[in-house]
């Protein structure tokens, strides 16, 4: 596995392991063991792995941000048709007053859904002009409106809003299924029962890995090869 954090903070190649764990009441009632250094890629195959291997998938499937992404969220709706409780990058900063005041931050922006444009903190219009469409190394597509500011020429407050040259005026990237699945997390999450049984993850997930290390002084696999950790795993 490509490490996160090693020594040499440079991301060697080393032998190890990515483990997922599925609980409830601090049970372990799945486990997987996966290549992948980021939680955000073992969800998909993990669920996959679940619904073979182990049981029917519950209707709230919780996780925390670090494995809130469109692709996630998209398998969980769509294909799964469950609920994620799932928080993302940035969850907890939106909350916050400091995020909610910031001029440049684009959610603050005034959105004109009707015309299909933003105006920016100097008063201009940003206009909506195409469509890309970005192809991550998976195979998952993602769409992205490009919307363009109409001046921002002499702008006095350009060296806080872009770092595009000067001359060219400043382009918005928005992902609007990206941003309705936030909407949607963050409508879930407000929920009194589905708050409830999102707040409880912490409390729920955390102390079976606390058990497995500071009990079991279990902290890292001293074989190699993903069939002798799975058997490991098991006799844990
Ligand atoms: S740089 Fe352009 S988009 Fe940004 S505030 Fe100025 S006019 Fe608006």
Redesign the pocket.
Known sequence: MRMKDDYMQNGQLKAGYNVQVATEGQFTLAYGVFPNPTDMKTLIPFLDQIEKQYFDLPKYIVADAGYGSEQNYDDILTKRTRTPLITYNYYIDEQKRKFKNAP?KISNWVNDAERDKYT?????Q?TFQYNIVRTDKSGFKRQFKIYE????TG????D???K?REGT??KLMINEKWEQQKEYVRAKLSEEKTGAIYRKRKIDVEPVFGFLKANLGFMQFSIRGKSKVDTILVSH
């Not at 702008?155 to 350009?158: F, Q």
């Open positions: 440049f920016c903190p100097n008063e201009k940003l500011c109409e001046d921002c702008c006095p407050l350009r806080l809003c872009t595009a005026n400043r």
